[in-house]
C-alpha cells in the first residue's frame, strides 16, 4: 500500500501478497473441499433420471481436461518469460493460458447445454444438483482467472495509461458479449439465470464504460513502478490459475472416472 | 522515490481529513479497532434486549409476551446476532488494536483489506436485520437445521436473509482471516520469533487458522441451502435423495471450530492481563502456547457430539465422544497454566483482573458442564435442554465476554490515554458476575429437570416455575451490570488523560509507546530480543535464558531522524466496495425487482472495484 508499509523487512521474505495468496489458497482447498465431499456423500442417491452412466462423456471432457492442463504449462512459461525480463513472450503466454481457460469454459458451457437438452438439470435430481454445482463454482473461478490474465496480458499492450484504459473497457465489453453468449446456451439450466445476468451484464458494462471514460480524463503514462508491480501480480496470478487447474483433476477424478457407471440405485 | 500519478475516480482522501469523513475513509487499524469495538457493542444492547425479551416469555408458564412465531424469531437472532456480530466482532476489535501494536509494526498487512472487512461487517449486520422489517425475522435458530430451513416449511424470507446477512459477514471474517494471518506471519519487528510472541497474538494467529478454513465449509452449506430455496436444488431434500443430516454435518464442521474462534481470543486476553497483573512472566509459556494450537488442530475432529442424538451409530459416536473428551486436556492445562501464573505473584487487584479471574471460574463451570455432554448417554438426557443453554452460556458469557471485558479495563489506557473509574468497574463487575450465576446457574436444574431449549411456553404444573422466574430476575441484573459499564465508559470520558505509556507496569511492546497511540504507532521499529521483551528493556537485571532470550538480534543503529513515518492515506473505496457487495448479495433476496437491486449493487461493486485496483499509491 504505502511506503512505511511497504518498507517493513518482511519476517518471512515472502511477499505479503504472495503469502495472503497462499492462505486463501488453503482457505479455497476447504471451498471446494465441501463441494466435492457433498458429491461424494450423495454418489448413487439420484432418485429420478437421467443419471451419470446415461450421461457422461469421459472422451469429450478428456480433450477439456487437456485443454485446461495445457494452459497451465503455458502459464508456467508466462510467468517464466516475465520475470526473464522476456516481456512480449511473457504477454503471449499469458494471452495463450487465457485462450485455453477460454477453450475450457467452453467446453463447459456446450456440456451444461448439451445436458440439460438431454433432461438434467439442477432440479432434476441430486446428481444435477452437486453436478451443476460444484462444476459451476470451479467455472466460475476460471472465468475470474481468465478476466485476471486478460486484463493483464492486454493492458501491458499498451504504452500510456490512456491506450492501456482503452483496452480494458473494450475487455469489459468482450467479456460482456461472451456471458451474454454463454447464458443464453444455459437459459434452461438455472432458471432465473436471464433476469440477473441481463442486470449483471447490463451493470459491469455500464461501469466499465463510465469508469473507462472516467478514467480518461486524468491519464498518465506508466513506469517502471507499474510495471514491477505487474509482474507480482502476474505470479499470484499463476498459482491462482495452477490451484484451480488442481481442483479441476480431483473434480475430474471423482466426477468422470470414478462415477461415470453411476446407474440407478439398487433399492 | 518517484511520484505516480494513477488515473482515479475520485481523488484519494489526504492523510488527515477531518469530521465523519476521517473515520468512513479510514485506513488505520486503531480507528478500525475502535470502529469494530463500538459497533459490536451496538450489537450487544439489541442481542441483549432480545434476550430480555426472551427472559420476559419464561418468566412464568403459559406467557404470553410474544407468540410463538415472535418467539422464534427473537431467540434465532438472539443467538446469531450474539455470535456474528458481537463475540466475533469484538475479538476483532481486539485483534486490530492490538496485532500491530503487539508485534512491532505500523499496520496490517493489508490496510484498506481491513477497512473492507469493518464495513462488510457492518452492512451484513445491516442486512441481517432488515428482515425484521420485511415481514420475518430469521426464525430456524442460529444453526439453521433443515429441512425446517426448506421453502415448503419455512416460505417466508427470514431465512433467506439469514442465509445471505451471513455470506456478507464470512466474506468480512474471511478478508479479516487472509489479513491478520499475514500481518502475524510477516510484520512481526525483527528479532520477535514465534516462540517470543505475545500469547494473546498466539491465539490471535490461532483464531484466524480456525477462520480461514472454517469459514468456506459454511459458506458452500449457505450456497447450497440458497440453491434449495431459491432455484430448485435438491441438497437437502429427502423427497429427492438429499439428505439433512448434511446439513447438521457441514454446519458443525464449521459450527464447532466457531467456538473456539469465539473463545480464543479471551484465553488471549486473560494470558496477557494475568502476568501483568501477578508482575510474573506467563507459567509456561510454550504449554499454553501448544494447548491453544491443540485446540484449535482437535476442534476439528469433534463436530459430531451437536449430533449424538441424531443416530450416526455407537462407533462415530464413540470416536466423537473420546476426541471430545480428548480436548478438555489442553484447555484443562491452560487453566493450570493461568493459576500458576497467579501463584506466588505480585498481584495488584483492578476490574482486568477481577474479570480474568471470574474468566477462569466461569470457564471452568461451562467447561465441567460441556465435558458431561461429551458422553452419549448422557448427552443423550441433556440435548436440547435448557442445560446445554446454561452450559455454552458459562463459556460464551462467562467465557468470552468476561474476557474480553478485561481486555477492555486492561487495554482501555492504551485505547484513550484515560483510565475507567475503578470503583465503576468493581461494581460493574459485582453485579455483572452476580446477575450472570443468577441468571444461567438455574439454568442447569431447569434442563436436567427435562425443560426443553426453543419452547415459547410451558405449563404450569413441570415444576419449572421458581428457576425460571429467577433467571428472568437475574437477566435483568445482568441487563442493569450493562448499563453500568455504558454509563464507566461515557462518565470516564470526562477524565484526564493521565495513564501515561504504561500504566500497569506492562510488559508486551505496546506499552513502550504513548497512550493513545500516535497514527504510525512506533517511531523506531522495536528489536525485540526476549519474550515480554519491553519488561526486561525495563528491568534487565531480571533478564535471562529461560525467558525465550539468547540469539537475539544483533544492535544495528537506526537512522534517528525524527520524521513522522508516513501511513497509507485513507481511501473511500473500502466502504463503497463493501456497500455494493452486500447490495448485491442482499438483491438475491426475492422481492419484486430484486434483480435490480443486485445489478445497481454489482455496478456499484465493480465501480470501487476499479477504483481500488487502479487507487494512486500515495507518497
Not at chain 2, 292 to 316: K, N, R
Not at chain 2, 364 to 391: E, R, W
Request: aromatic share 16%; charged share 10%.
Amino acid at each position: 500500500m504505502s511506503t512505511a508499509v511497504e518498507e517493513h523487512v518482511n519476517s518471512t521474505g515472502v511477499d505479503n501478497k504472495k503469502l495472503m495468496m497462499w492462505i486463501f489458497l488453503g482457505s479455497d482447498c476447504l471451498f471446494f473441499g465441501s463441494f466435492i465431499s457433498t458429491y461424494l456423500v450423495y454418489r448413487n442417491r439420484s432418485l429420478a433420471g437421467p443419471y451419470p452412466n446415461e450421461i457422461l462423456d469421459i472422451p469429450l471432457t478428456t480433450v477439456s481436461t487437456f485443454v485446461l492442463l495445457m494452459s497451465s504449462l503455458a502459464m508456467v512459461l508466462a510467468v517464466s518469460y516475465v520475470q526473464r525480463g522476456s516481456q512480449v513472450l511473457g504477454r503471449y503466454y499469458t494471452l495463450a493460458t487465457a485462450l485455453l481457460g477460454l477453450v475450457f469454459m467452453g467446453f463447459q458451457v456446450y456440456e451444461f447445454s448439451h445436458f440439460a437438452h438431454l433432461g438434467l438439470t439442477p432440479r432434476t435430481n441430486i446428481f444435477g444438483s452437486t453436478f451443476f454445482v460444484m462444476t459451476g463454482f470451479h467455472g466460475g473461478h476460471v472465468t475470474f482467472g481468465v478476466i485476471w490474465l486478460v486484463i493483464f496480458a492486454v493492458s501491458r499492450l499498451a504504452e500510456t495509461m490512456k491506450q492501456k484504459l482503452l483496452i480494458i473497457g473494450s475487455v469489459f465489453s468482450v467479456i460482456i458479449a461472451m456471458a451474454g453468449t454463454m447464458m443464453t446456451h444455459t437459459l434452461d439450466v438455472i432458471p432465473n439465470i436471464p433476469t440477473i445476468v441481463a442486470f449483471s451484464v447490463f451493470g459491469i458494462g455500464l461501469i466499465g464504460t463510465i469508469g473507462s471514460l472516467y478514467l480518461l480524463k486524468n491519464s498518465d503514462n506508466q513506469n517502471i513502478e507499474t510495471i514491477k508491480k505487474e509482474e507480482g501480480n502476474l505470479e499470484l496470478a499463476g498459482l491462482y490459475w495452477h490451484f484451480v487447474d488442481i481442483v479441476w483433476i480431483v473434480i475430474f477424478t471423482v466426477v468422470y472416472l470414478i462415477s461415470a457407471n453411476d446407474g440407478a440405485p439398487l433399492i | 522515490m518517484t511520484t505516480i500519478s494513477y488515473p482515479t475516480l475520485i481523488p484519494r482522501p489526504k492523510e488527515y481529513v477531518s469530521g465523519v469523513w476521517s473515520w468512513l475513509t479510514t485506513v488505520d487499524h486503531k480507528k478500525i479497532g475502535t470502529m469494530y469495538g463500538v459497533i459490536a457493542f451496538f450489537w450487544f444492547l439489541v442481542g441483549g434486549i432480545e434476550a430480555l425479551l426472551i427472559r420476559i416469555q419464561l418468566s412464568g408458564p403459559e406467557g404470553t409476551f410474544l407468540t410463538p412465531e415472535v418467539y422464534n424469531q427473537v431467540f434465532t437472532m438472539h443467538g446469531t446476532t450474539m455470535i456474528f456480530l458481537v463475540v466475533m466482532p469484538l475479538s476483532a476489535a481486539f485483534f486490530n488494536w492490538m496485532v500491530p501494536l503487539m508485534i512491532g509494526a505500523r499496520d496490517v498487512a493489508f490496510p484498506r483489506l481491513n477497512a473492507f472487512s469493518l464495513w462488510a461487517f457492518l452492512f451484513g449486520g445491516i442486512l441481517l436485520n432488515i428482515s425484521w422489517f420485511t415481514g420475518e425475522a430469521p426464525n430456524a435458530g442460529w444453526f439453521a437445521y433443515a429441512p425446517n430451513t426448506e421453502v415448503p416449511f419455512n416460505p417466508k424470507n427470514g431465512v433467506t436473509y439469514w442465509i445471505l446477512g451471513l455470506q456478507v459477514l464470512g466474506i468480512a471474517s474471511l478478508a479479516a482471516g487472509f489479513n491478520f494471518l499475514t500481518t502475524i506471519i510477516n510484520m512481526r519487528a525483527p528479532g520477535m520469533t514465534f516462540m517470543k510472541l505475545p500469547v494473546f497474538i498466539w491465539m490471535t494467529a490461532v483464531v484466524n487458522v480456525l477462520i480461514v478454513l472454517a469459514f468456506p465449509v459454511i459458506t458452500v452449506a449457505l450456497i447450497q441451502l440458497q440453491f434449495d430455496r431459491l432455484y430448485g436444488t435438491h441438497f437437502f431434500n429427502p423427497v429427492m435423495g438429499g439428505d439433512p443430516v448434511m446439513w447438521q454435518h457441514m454446519f458443525w464442521l464449521f459450527g464447532h471450530p466457531e467456538v473456539y474462534i469465539l473463545i480464543l481470543p479471551a484465553m488471549g486476553i486473560v494470558s496477557e492481563v494475568l502476568p501483568t497483573f501477578s508482575k510474573k512472566p506467563i507459567f509456561g509459556y510454550p504449554f499454553i502456547v501448544f494447548s491453544g494450537i491443540g485446540i484449535g488442530f482437535l476442534g476439528w475432529f469433534v463436530w459430531s457430539h451437536h449430533m449424538f442424538t441424531v443416530g450416526l451409530g455407537p462407533a462415530a459416536n464413540a470416536a466423537f465422544s473420546i476426541s471430545t473428551m480428548l480436548i478438555a486436556v489442553p484447555t484443562g492445562v491452560k487453566i493450570f497454566n493461568w493459576i500458576g501464573t497467579l501463584w506466588g505473584g505480585s498481584i495488584r487487584v483492578t476490574p482486568a483482573l477481577l474479570f480474568s479471574i471470574a474468566f477462569i471460574g466461569m470457564f471452568v463451570i461451562g467447561g465441567l458442564s460441556g465435558v458431561t455432554h461429551a458422553a452419549p448417554p448422557s448427552d443423550a438426557q441433556q440435548q436440547d435442554t435448557y442445560y446445554v443453554v446454561a452450559h455454552f452460556h458459562y463459556v460464551l458469557f462467562g467465557g468470552a465476554l468476561l474476557g474480553l471485558w478485561s481486555g477492555i479495563y486492561y487495554w482501555w489506557p492504551k485505547f484513550t490515554g484515560k483510565f475507567l473509574n475503578e470503583k465503576i468497574g468493581y461494581l460493574h463487575f459485582t453485579i455483572v458476575l452476580i446477575g450472570f450465576n443468577i441468571t444461567f446457574f438455574p439454568m442447569h436444574w431447569l434442563g436436567l429437570d427435562g425443560m426443553p431449549r426453543r419452547i415459547a411456553t410451558y405449563p404450569e404444573s413441570m415444576g419449572w416455575e421458581v428457576s425460571n422466574l429467577v433467571a428472568s430476575l437475574g437477566s435483568f441484573i445482568l441487563g442493569f451490570g450493562v448499563l453500568v459499564f455504558l454509563y464507566n465508559v461515557i462518565y470516564s470520558r470526562k477524565g484526564p488523560k493521565i495513564a501515561g505509556n504504561d500504566p500497569w507496569d506492562g510488559r508486551t511492546l505496546e506499552w513502550s509507546i504513548p497512550s493513545p497511540p500516535p497514527h504510525y504507532n512506533f517511531e523506531t521499529i522495536p528489536e525485540v530480543k526476549y519474550r515480554d521483551d519491553f519488561w526486561y528493556k525495563k528491568y534487565p537485571e531480571l533478564a535471562n535464558e529461560s525467558h525465550g532470550g539468547g540469539s537475539g538480534v544483533e544492535e544495528n543503529s537506526h537512522s534517528d531522524s525524527h520524521e513522522e513515518p508516513h501511513m497509507p492515506d485513507p481511501s473511500y473505496y473500502p466502504l463503497f466496495i463493501s456497500l455494493g457487495m452486500t447490495i448485491m448479495i442482499g438483491g438475491f433476496i426475492p422481492f419484486t425487482g430484486h434483480w435490480i437491486v443486485c445489478g445497481i449493487g454489482l455496478a456499484i461493486f465493480t465501480w470501487a472495484f476499479l477504483g481500488w485496483c487502479y487507487e494512486p499509491v500515495n507518497d
